[in-house]
């Protein structure tokens, strides 16, 4: 039987887009491999693939010979590892910048001074002496320049002649080399040649400038993307190494994987709850912020859930753990960041099928762009001219086309965006969910648990005689301290509230959907719905129940045999925030429905108080479903929000389902986006999020296009018989590193930009 896995595994090696669509294409057509998708970003493959007929080892022999390989091992030692290589790699390159850099800087001063221009102001003319010894100092610079520094691009020559499989070194490589080349063959046959060619005119300057400033480029780049993965390197940072554990009467410190589910963790004020678990003994404030995003700390007693990784602000606690390993909210987090982060986004599909064929049309362009120069450009001027002007095209388009930037475009943005959300309590699933959510224009909010807290409480008290207030919370309490009904825990929790101590009750009974009765003291009291004072023949009063029940409130009497001695409210109460989500919503342009079985006139209270656009009552989870379809046919992009369990099918039939993650439910597969905490003010900090990302990608996709279509024809020599300009490879260089550059640059912004 077919088990198909997959695995994220993090990939060394790669420098450009091209590599990513080279490494996919590869191991796709490996038998027992069902998808490959790679994310150049973030540097990582994911691989779907059946473990019985391909191995990783066999992967890595796939692609070892062309430069990458896939990094196998548990999560915490691989992403050590390869944040060590990283740093390795980024030394290494900021070695290479500090021995090119006065090499190019002397380059560029050569030839501003060799085409008659004055760049100090000291000067007018480059002395016989000098210019004799820059002549024998040039080949020197741009020799350490190609075999030294250059090393990976002329690496990426061998296996483009090799496995006919190019890239962004490749075309780097072929470049450099071929300008290093040509000046090297004027210089050894000057004599020779000087009929031929203008043996005075030679390209180590370019050689020397093109790799500089690649390689300063390369720097910059692999600096700023080591900024992107921040947020997952704090989520990692959170991480408890041991925890305090109660075995045998005794307090032992154990590593955190020793800790097994059932283990008793002792707290202490100030420390790290190290693993989820419940509430056993004591009472403290729980700080969340790392996970939820709020500030405010949580107060949380016996039977209360806490989450590892948050920290005991007051109280010492006895917690039972009921998550380890990979099943804990931080380690489910963690792994959905990361999944998102290296998925891509619909928007993306475009450049990987530009990125797979451009490196190849490129090198048919640089070659064709040579060709046209000295057949058709010797026609009207000097054959040496125009060999000269054919070499700098060719150079110039193979350096300035590297599709870095468009590589980049996309990925850096998603790694920011993902992360900046998730340390604002937002999980994103997936980048298709990021992109498809800066499109919604109609949010629909189930009831319970997401407008309002899912949770019945007492709103009113309103005593009939002699009995106060108090009095009739005390004497209702004890007699609903018996039930398991969760309007009797509701009244019992508000007794609580209030410090009231409890009556004995003698002979209490359940009476089956109509209340309870039971005897305090001498009197025997009842509690229930209108059946039950119908049934005792008890008037109730009709205006006091239709004042509830238009408030969204449940009605419930307290009577004696003989009359009503007082009516109770209760209702499931709004969310703080709820009012002030709906309100920016507006503001964002997103209309909002509320979706829920309640009746009607509990529905149109509450959506009023809120201020909610639509309201769509008395609808059965089963056909939830059908009435989003309806307001897509309507042509909305349409966003349902809901608790994830009962609102699973609705939730999937939005064009992106939002979850209200509440305590350790994080990990729902049917919604597109996660808001942890419960917290509806999220929502609009999520569309804002997701736009801000999305203007990002367009801005950086439009800056990385426009560059090569404008770049391009300009290296080729198309302004050059019109106004004699023809773009230096070494300026094409330079351009080309800073492309890049920017467009993390631009991503990076994303980590100050304010989310509404």
């Given amino acids: 039987m077919k088990k198909i896995i997959k695995k994220s595994y993090p990939v060394m090696g790669m420098h450009c887009a091209s590599c990513a669509s080279v490494i996919k294409r590869k191991l796709e057509k490996l038998d027992g491999v069902e998808s490959c998708t790679v994310n150049y970003g973030n540097e990582k493959a994911q691989v779907a693939y059946d473990p019985q007929k391909v191995t990783v080892s066999q992967m890595n022999h796939e692609i070892d010979k062309l430069g990458y390989s896939l990094m196998e091992g548990e999560m915490d030692h691989s992403d050590s590892s390869i944040k060590s290589q990283k740093l390795k790699d980024l030394a290494k390159l900021q070695r290479h910048v500090q021995i090119v ?62 496995y ?26 000057e004599e020779s040649l000087a009929s031929y060619v203008n043996t005075e005119q030679n390209y180590y300057d370019v050689t020397i400038v093109v790799i500089g400033f690649i390689t300063l480029g390369k720097f910059l780049e692999a600096r700023s993307k080591l900024k992107t ?57 729980i700080d969340e912020s790392m996970i939820t995003g709020e500030s405010i700390p949580v107060d949380k007693g016996p039977g209360d859930t806490v989450i590892g990784s948050t ?15 990979s099943d804990t909210m931080l380690s489910q987090i963690i792994k959905m960041v990361e999944d998102a982060q290296g998925s891509k986004a619909p928007i993306e599909r475009m450049v990987d099928q530009i990125s797979a064929i451009f ?51 996309t990925p850096t943005a998603i790694i920011v965006g993902v992360g900046k959300a998730a340390q604002n309590g937002i999980l994103i699933k997936n980048a298709e969910s990021l992109e498809k959510f800066n499109y919604i224009n109609f949010v629909i909010m ?54 009231l101590s409890l009556h004995k009750v003698k002979d209490f009974e359940a009476i089956e959907g109509k209340g309870l009765k039971g005897t305090i003291g001498d009197t025997e009291h009842f509690a229930g719905n209108l059946k039950l004072a119908s049934d005792l023949k008890i008037a109730v009063d009709d205006e006091v129940i239709k004042t509830f029940t238009s408030q969204g409130k449940t009605p419930v009497v307290f009577m004696t045999k003989q009359n009503v001695i007082g009516y109770i409210g209760i209702a499931d109460t709004i969310k703080d925030d709820a009012k002030e989500a709906v309100a920016a919503l507006h503001k964002q342009g997103i209309k909002v429905a509320m979706l829920t079985g ?6 149109q209270y509450i959506a009023k108080q809120v201020g909610i656009d639509r309201v769509i009552a008395e609808v059965l989870p089963a056909d939830k479903a059908s009435e989003i379809k309806k307001l897509q046919k309507e042509g909305y992009k349409v966003a349902m929000v809901g608790d994830g369990i009962n609102d699973a099918p609705a939730l999937a039939t939005a064009d992106v389902g939002v979850a209200m993650g509440t305590g350790t439910d994080v990990a729902i597969e049917s919604a597109g986006i996660t808001l942890l905490g419960g917290h509806i003010s999220k929502l609009p900090k999520a569309v804002s999020l997701a736009r801000a990302t999305m203007n990002i990608i367009k801005q950086n996709l439009f800056w990385a296009f426009f560059y090569n279509i404008i770049g391009i024809p300009i290296a080729a020599g198309l302004l050059y018989p019109l106004f ?33």
């Fill in 101 to 162: 850099l006065p090499m190019v800087a002397v380059s560029i001063l050569v030839m501003a001074w060799e085409i008659g221009a004055d760049p100090l102001g000291f000067w007018p003319k480059m002395p016989e002496m000098l210019m004799e010894f820059f002549h024998h100092l040039l080949p020197v610079f741009a020799t350490y320049a190609l075999f030294v520094i250059g090393v990976p691009y002329l690496q990426g020559v061998i296996r483009f002649f090799r």
């Fill in 164 to 189: 006919r499989v190019a890239n962004m070194d490749s075309l780097v490589g072929i470049g450099t080399s071929v300008a290093f080349l040509y000046s090297f063959i004027v210089t050894a046959f």
């Fill in 229 to 285: 993965g921040e947020a997952i390197e704090k989520l990692l940072g959170l991480q408890v190494k041991n925890a305090l554990i109660l075995r045998d009467g005794k307090e032992i410190e154990v590593p955190i994987d020793q800790v097994v589910v059932g283990d008793i963790m002792l707290v202490k004020p100030g420390a790290k709850i190290p693993l989820d678990g419940v509430i056993i003994e004591g009472k403290s404030s």
């Fill in 311 to 325: 920290i005991n602000k007051q109280g010492s606690l006895q917690i039972r753990v009921v998550k380890v390993g």
């Fill in 359 to 409: 490196v190849p049309i490129v090198l048919v362009l640089s070659v064709v762009t040579l060709i046209f120069w000295l057949v058709i450009g010797s026609q009207f001027m000097p054959f040496s001219q125009a060999l000269t002007l054919g070499i700098l095209s060719f150079v110039g388009i193979l350096v300035i086309a590297c599709p870095c930037a468009m590589g980049l475009a």
């Fill in 446 to 499: 189930d009831k319970t648990g997401t407008i309002t807290n899912g949770k019945p409480v007492v709103t009113d008290i309103q005593s009939i005689g002699s009995n106060s207030e108090k009095d009739i919370l005390q004497l209702l309490a004890s007699l609903e301290s018996h039930s398991e009904h969760p309007l009797a825990f509701a009244i019992v929790e508000k007794a609580k509230n209030e410090k």
């Fill in 598 to 603: 309640d009746n009607e006139r509990t529905a």
């Fill in 724 to 756: 004699g300009i023809l773009l230096n490879p070494a300026i094409a260089g330079a351009a080309m590193g800073f492309s890049s550059v920017s467009v993390v640059a631009n991503s990076l912004r994303l980590k100050s930009q304010k989310i509404a």
